[in-house]
C-alpha cells in the first residue's frame, strides 16, 4: 500500500470518528440494528475473538475481578442461581435480545439484578 493509499485512510477513518461523535443516536441505533440482524455473525465473531486472545482476556477478567470482589461474588452467584434461565426481555425497554445483561444496583444483594440490554445496561451507568 503506498503513501498515497494510507492518506485516504486515515482521512476517511477521520471522518467516521467525527460522524460517529457527533450522531452517538443515530450510531447506537444502527448498532443495535445490526446486532439484531446479524446475530449468528455477531456470536460467531466474539467467540472467534475470544478463541483467538485467551490470554489478553484472562488478564482483563483477572483485572475486573481484582477491582471489586463484591461485585465479581454477586455475578458468579447470579450466573451459577441462573443456568440457562437468563431472560431474552429487557426490563426497561421491553425488547426481545440475544445479549441481555444483568445489573446490580448494590453488590452485597447479588439476587436482586435488573435484566437489561447493552443499551439500556449503558445508560444505566451512565445515570449511576
Same mark, same amino acid.
Given at each position: 500500500?503506498?503513501?498515497?493509499?494510507?492518506?485516504?485512510?486515515?482521512?476517511?477513518?477521520?471522518?467516521?470518528?467525527? #460522524?460517529?461523535? @457527533? =450522531?452517538?443516536? +443515530? $450510531?447506537? &441505533?444502527?448498532?443495535? !440494528?445490526?446486532? %439484531?440482524?446479524? *446475530?449468528?455473525?455477531?456470536?460467531?465473531?466474539?467467540?472467534? #475473538?475470544?478463541? @483467538? =486472545?485467551?490470554? +489478553? $482476556?484472562? &488478564?482483563?477478567?483477572? !483485572?475486573?475481578? %481484582?477491582?471489586? *470482589?463484591?461485585?465479581?461474588?454477586?455475578?458468579?452467584?447470579?450466573?451459577?442461581?441462573?443456568?440457562?434461565?437468563?431472560?431474552?426481555?429487557?426490563?426497561?425497554?421491553?425488547? %426481545?435480545?440475544?445479549?441481555?445483561?444483568?445489573?446490580?444496583?448494590?453488590?452485597?444483594?447479588?439476587?436482586?439484578?435488573?435484566?437489561?440490554?447493552?443499551?439500556?445496561?449503558?445508560?444505566?451507568?451512565?445515570?449511576?
Amino acid at each position: 500500500m503506498n503513501q498515497l493509499e494510507l492518506e485516504k485512510k486515515k482521512k476517511i477513518a477521520q471522518h467516521k470518528r467525527k #460522524w460517529a461523535n @457527533n =450522531n452517538k443516536e +443515530k $450510531r447506537q &441505533e444502527s448498532c443495535q !440494528k445490526y446486532c %439484531e440482524t446479524h *446475530k449468528a455473525k455477531r456470536k460467531e465473531s466474539i467467540k472467534r #475473538w475470544n478463541d @483467538n =486472545n485467551r490470554p +489478553k $482476556r484472562r &488478564e482483563t477478567l483477572s !483485572k475486573w475481578r %481484582e477491582q471489586d *470482589k463484591r461485585r465479581s461474588i454477586a455475578h458468579s452467584r447470579v450466573n451459577k442461581k441462573l443456568k440457562e434461565k437468563r431472560p431474552d426481555k429487557c426490563y426497561i425497554c421491553n425488547k %426481545e435480545h440475544d445479549f441481555i445483561h444483568g445489573h446490580h444496583q448494590d453488590y452485597n444483594e447479588p439476587l436482586k439484578v435488573i435484566w437489561c440490554c447493552p443499551v439500556c445496561h449503558k445508560n444505566l451507568h451512565k445515570v449511576a
